[in-house]
């Protein structure tokens, strides 16, 4: 086995020294009738063979490399620049844990204080931990974390609008601790989740308003009214935000958020089929007690050399066990690395301009469709860089005919999700849909 | 044999944004080629963005530099007890970058991803033909994440039967994570000891059991290192009780081909792809996990989960029992195609004499250890060995944390400390099957070296380690004062 360094005459040695006969007698305390079965798995192979396998694999998808897509909902396509795999494939990086001994892991530290540095900074946040597994799972504990914060109150209100793959896992988490959910319906007209109907939803036992920013539907939340109507309330504000759009809008915190939350993916990530991403919760320095996840703080050593360490801990399992804020141990350093070298890459300029060209592609793109008779646009608010149309087919015959005819990788049939938007098309233009691409679509949805 | 080194490691480049310079950037886009849309209204507008500004070889200075700060697998023995620090082979990797697998959307048509799918769909089986558990989710995104999909399904199983449950009993021996996660799916956890030979006191689990229970997390082999013996009784007492067993898979390392879970009477069985099946630990994830559960809770799976039809294959989401959805989407599949690479590369077989080696390692170490240090619970054990260091804190004041900084000096990453808590002065070493004799010998030598060292010059030992650009932080005054972001050019630091 190409891993395993050992001869036969180093195991014997080995076994020796354990003073057994075989490798068998170590497993003595296994019940015997149960012992080594025999397992129906395939043969191993040579690394050239796993190779082609992997080839012949990778080549039954229709991959973003030979196609143009114009799917968003929560994993965007944005470029990822050549430094990230470079510098994240460094094995001091890659094959290193959790730092645990900080005198042998400053550069995992170091990192994780910058994330948290540029993740407050980018949400106008005072503090981010790093990391959740993803932005579900990361709106998920920020609800169970507002209701710690909120001791007493058992509903959480979460906007229709939010991702529907989100409330389900927001539905999940909470169901273990037996907190209700209430849904705050979107306005039919705007496509926006209205102060009205949040002040509607809420009563005296809501310990948080979730709202999404921009929504599901690509609409902008007016997230400071939300806030207000959910301090009203005596609830939390809590805003799951695309980290991309906050380079062109008003971010959660300078909009009364309490905190923010978000899926990292979009700040470079390739798509991966949904996964690995990050998930990012960033919040105000009286909360960070019962933040989730780790976090990394400022230290000296004896001579007064700066360094870092994981800081906080009792807010964590291992210490804390079953009053811990989370059970989450592994979380998504290396993709958090990831982020890390993204934003530093771009910088504010740099951040702005994807921005800008999402918001502007987007634009191009709802502009050369509402050209087109027999499309509309069901909504009213402004977006950013995804929005819903009405196309004249079926959205799944479309996006079929699309791939069939064009290669395209069309937008996402919003039928599939339970919303009452059937025949309803969510569209998504990036940095990465060049003109010719845009009107390629909108060539072939006319034809 | 054994002397101390050099670790290597750099001292600490600026922050970047000690580094920054208005008006520098790193990456330049296509220029953008449609015309400019009206802005939106100013009052949804941000002004001011601080971010650091930086060219792309200063980003990658900066993080070659930092990267250069950290001790890795690959760097050399990375001992860490139940983290698995296996070698990660580099194919995975390679494979794993494809641009058909790396650049795939989640929501693209199934027939354009069927290569993906049959993937996803092959892992579930192998992974349940491993576990002895045939339904498999792959959506859990760590092994805590597969944790609370098991203590979730328990939950539901309850109350499908329409039976309140309140209770999860958990081992003192249980890593931190199982209580934690029996509190996030509502249940009081209630801690069942360890034994006087290391695996769980039968007598006290039976005492606990009683119809408030609604199961038992059990971490086997434990986090003693010991395979829990009487685990076909134990898990039939709980199942007497009505309760279900959930086994905490973060040991697989040592069972792959020994024998399977489900076999044993296990229920739910999470696995780390990132332990067992050699996915890198990236300084702290991504991980995957992957839960596996018997037909009976099948139904009860986080949506979709990935079926075949002849020679298609699709997500089924018709789970009208599950426990609802853990993420979005379907997990971290990109390790998963890590995780699915290994387990080609090794075939069933591989996969058998992996876990073999593992226990051989970690005996091997148990064996030349014993008379240096105390073994709490001196039999064989399995991947890995847990020895006290009372002894030597006793008579020479130097405790266990000052023999893992100074491991560091000998260019071993230490070992896991202070756990199981069960065991004072805990070194809990786990070698995996990927380190040689040789470097074990070296482990061993420098071990002794130490020990050595503690008699003689324990305030060598205690202010150690004495090779790394930092030494000790103080971590108490880190966390009374937290200063936990950089602050910007103006404001208090």
């Given at each position: 086995m190409r891993y395993t360094p050992h001869t036969e005459a180093e195991i014997a040695a080995m076994l020796d020294a354990i003073g057994v006969y075989s490798i068998d007698e170590l497993f003595a305390d296994v019940p015997r009738e149960h012992r080594f079965p025999r397992l129906d798995l395939p043969d191993g192979l040579s690394e050239q063979e796993v190779a082609a396998l992997f080839r012949d694999l990778a080549a039954r998808n229709g991959s973003m490399d030979a196609h143009s897509c114009f799917l968003g909902a929560g994993a965007y396509h944005h470029y990822t620049p050549a430094l990230i795999p470079h510098l994240l494939f460094r094995s001091e990086f890659y094959t290193a844990y959790t730092p645990y001994q900080p005198e042998v892991s400053q550069g995992t530290l170091q990192t994780i204080f910058e994330f948290q540095t540029m993740i407050a900074r980018l949400f106008g946040m005072e503090v981010a931990n790093a990391?959740?597994?993803d932005g579900s799972t990361a709106l998920a504990e920020a609800a169970l974390m507002a209701a710690r914060l909120r001791r007493g109150r058992g509903t959480i209100a979460v906007s229709e609008a939010v991702h529907p793959e989100y409330r389900e896992v927001l539905a999940t988490y909470l169901s273990g601790i037996g907190l209700r959910i209430v849904t705050i319906p979107f306005d039919r007209t705007t496509g926006r989740t209205e102060p009205e109907a949040v002040a509607a939803a809420?009563?005296?036992?809501?310990?948080a308003v979730l709202v999404q920013y921009p929504n599901f539907l690509g609409a902008i939340e007016p997230v400071a009214e939300l806030s207000e109507a959910a301090h009203a309330g005596g609830a939390l504000s809590v805003v799951s935000a695309d980290p991309v759009a906050q380079a062109m809008l008003r971010p959660p915190g300078e909009l009364g958020a309490d905190i923010a939350t978000a899926e990292g993916q979009p700040l470079g990530l390739p798509l991966f089929y949904g996964g690995p991403y990050v998930g990012l919760l960033a919040t105000s320095m009286r909360n960070v007690r019962q933040m989730p996840g780790r976090l990394a703080g400022l230290a000296q050593d004896a001579d007064g050399r700066r360094g870092f360490v994981l800081t906080l801990?009792?807010?964590?399992q291992d210490i804390r066990?079953?009053?811990?804020?989370?059970?989450?141990?592994?979380?998504e350093a290396l993709i958090a690395t990831a982020v890390t070298i993204y934003l530093a890459a771009l910088g504010p300029a740099g951040l702005r301009e994807v921005a800008d060209q999402c918001y502007h592609r987007s634009h191009h793109l709802a502009a050369r469709l509402a050209e087109l008779p027999g499309i509309d646009r069901p909504f009213t608010a402004p977006f950013f860089r995804e929005f819903v149309v009405r196309p004249p087919l079926p959205p799944a015959q479309l996006n079929r005919r699309l791939w069939e005819r064009e290669g395209i990788i069309g937008g996402l049939d919003l039928g599939r999700f339970d919303l009452g938007l059937e025949g309803c098309w969510l569209l998504t233009a990036t940095e990465m849909n060049s003109r010719a691409a845009i009107d390629r679509l909108v060539e072939a949805v006319a034809s | 044999m054994a002397a101390p080194v050099d670790t290597g490691l750099l001292p600490a480049p600026p922050l970047l944004f000690e580094q920054s310079v208005p008006g520098r950037n790193g990456v330049q886009l296509a220029p953008l080629d449609v015309p400019r849309s009206a802005l939106l209204p100013d009052e949804l507008l941000r002004t001011g963005l601080p971010l650091p500004e930086l060219s792309e070889p200063e980003v990658v200075r900066h993080f070659t530099n930092t990267s250069r700060r950290n001790f890795s697998v690959d760097q050399g023995f990375y001992p860490l007890g139940s983290c698995t620090m296996k070698y990660n082979p580099k194919i995975n990797d390679r494979v794993a970058d494809l641009p058909g697998l790396a650049a795939i959307h989640p929501y693209q048509d199934e027939a354009t991803v069927q290569g993906a799918l049959r993937l996803l769909w092959e892992l579930q089986e192998w992974l349940g033909e491993i576990a002895g558990l045939p339904a498999v989710s792959l959506q859990p995104s760590a092994g805590a994440h597969g944790e609370l999909t098991g203590a979730l399904i328990i939950r539901a199983y309850h109350e499908a039967a329409g039976r309140q449950r309140t209770t999860m009993l958990v081992p003192d021996s249980a890593h931190g994570t199982n209580p934690a996660t029996a509190a996030m799916a509502g249940y009081r956890a209630r801690t069942v000891p360890t034994g006087k030979d290391g695996s769980l006191d039968f007598a006290a689990l039976q005492d606990a059991l009683g119809d408030d229970v609604a199961g038992l997390m059990i971490t086997n082999p434990n986090t003693l290192g010991l395979f829990v013996e009487g685990i076909t009784d134990i898990a039939a007492a709980v199942h007497e009780a009505g309760g279900l067993v959930y086994m905490d898979g973060a040991n697989m390392n040592a069972m792959v081909g020994v024998a399977r879970p489900g076999d044993l009477g296990t229920d739910i069985l999470h696995f780390n792809l990132h332990k067992t099946f050699s996915v890198p630990h990236g300084g702290g994830g991504p991980g995957a996990g992957a839960t596996a559960v018997t037909a009976e809770l099948?139904?009860?799976?986080?949506?979709p989960v990935v079926c075949r039809d002849g020679d298609r294959y699709r997500h089924d989401?018709?789970?009208?029992?599950?426990?609802?959805?853990?993420?979005?989407?379907?997990?971290n599949f990109n390790n998963a195609v890590r995780g699915y690479a290994y387990l080609r590369s090794l075939g069933g077989d591989g996969l058998a004499e992996m876990s073999r080696l593992a226990v051989l390692n970690a005996n091997y170490l148990r064996a030349a250890l014993a008379g240096d240090l105390e073994l709490p619970y001196p039999r064989i054990c399995k991947h890995e060995a847990v020895f006290s260091a009372r002894r030597v804190a006793k008579d020479h004041g130097v405790r266990t944390l000052d023999i893992a900084k100074r491991l560091i000096d000998y260019g071993i990453h230490p070992p896991t400390i202070y756990f199981p808590l069960i065991v004072p002065e805990a070194l809990m070493v786990e070698p995996t099957e990927t380190e040689s004799k040789h470097t074990l010998d070296h482990f061993i030598a420098a071990l002794r070296a130490i020990l050595a060292e503690a008699a003689a010059t324990p305030e060598l030992v205690r202010a150690a380690p004495h090779s790394t650009p930092i030494g000790r932080l103080d971590e108490a005054t880190a966390a009374r004062r937290p200063v936990l972001t950089w602050p910007l050019p103006g404001d208090r630091p």
């Open positions: 990391s959740m597994y809420i009563d005296s036992e809501t310990a801990k009792p807010r964590e066990r079953e009053k811990a804020t989370s059970n989450i141990c592994t979380n | 099948a139904p009860f799976l986080p949506p989401y018709r789970r009208p029992r599950s426990i609802g959805r853990v993420r979005a989407f379907y997990g």
